[in-house]
Structure formats: C-alpha cells, structure tokens
C-alpha cells in the first residue's frame, strides 16, 4: 500500500495539470516545468534515502517520507501562485522520493520469498499509477484540483502514522 500510494502522489499532479494551468492562467511549457522540477527532486532525494535508511532505519525513513508528503501535498492544495506550487511540488517529490530505498530495504529484511515481494511491490506501484488519475480527476471534479492534493495528502497522513505504530518483523540483527 505504500508503494501504491508513492505512485498515486506521483502522479496527482500530471493527471491535474489542464485544471492547475486553467486556474492560474498558466501555459503548459511552465507546468511542465513544474512536472519536470518535481521529477527531479523525487529523483534526487534516492541518495540521500538510502544515507538516511542506513541511518535511522527503513521503517522511520518512510514515516518522515509520508509525513513529509502529507505536508507538501496540502501546500501544494493551497497553492495561491505558481511560485507556491513551485514550491510545494519540490518539497513534494523530495519527500515523497525517499520511499523506494526505505521500502525495498525494509522488505529484503522482512520477508522470505524476496521475489514474490518484489513482483508485488511492483503491482501496488503500477496500480498507484492506474488508479491516481481516478482519484485526482474524481476529486477535481467533485471539488476543484486543490482537492486532489488534500486527499493524497490525508491518505500520505493515515500512511505516515501506520508507518510510526506497526512493528514489522524484521531479521536478527536487522534495523
């Protein structure tokens, strides 16, 4: 589920841009500016994770992720101009980028059949990404695109707070 829901944040915004660019008045060359500023920073933030997840721990890096998230994601939803969004997106895809080097990390020392948890890994991330226009697209039209961005930031809440109360069976000697 959490893998799910890194690909649903994901991609909220791309499944939001014609409604961000119709609200702000905005051309697509400066929201796909935008996309491609979160992208970096999703992407940039591996590094760093893995540090971290070496650190602290896979479980407490991926609350930091989620909680991170959470706030971006409501930043973002309040967002009265570009810059703000700008902004918000950043922080968004640099939280929301520490998942995969927690959550891979965490599942090879949590589970024994490392390959059926991988290839189911990699189903909650492709069924994040199905269903995050969905979701984004359902809210805006019910709601407005803001919306969009406060749901995925509630569920990155709710995520953020399992992450902080489950115990996880882990390997001897693991985090």
Do not use: C
């Amino acid at each position: 589920s959490a893998h799910g829901l890194t690909h649903v944040i994901e991609i909220t915004y791309p499944a939001l841009l014609t409604r961000i660019e119709d609200d702000f008045g905005l051309r697509a060359v400066i929201t796909g500016a935008l996309a491609t500023a979160f992208g970096w920073a999703f992407g940039s933030s591996a590094i760093p994770a893995g540090f971290l997840t070496d650190r602290l721990g896979s479980r407490q890096v991926l609350v930091y992720g989620f909680a991170g998230a959470a706030l971006m994601s409501v930043l973002v939803g309040l967002a009265p101009n570009e810059w703000w969004l700008a902004a918000g997106l950043v922080g968004l895809g640099l939280s929301v980028g520490l998942y995969h080097p927690a959550g891979l990390s965490l599942m090879a020392q949590g589970v024994r059949q490392r390959g059926m948890a991988i290839g189911l890994h990699g189903v909650a991330g492709n069924t994040g990404q199905a269903i995050a226009p969905v979701l984004a697209v359902g809210m805006a039209m019910a709601f407005n695109w803001r919306a969009g961005f406060f749901l995925v930031g509630g569920l990155a809440a709710i995520m953020a707070v399992v992450m902080a109360r489950i115990r996880l069976p882990v390997r001897e000697g693991a985090e």
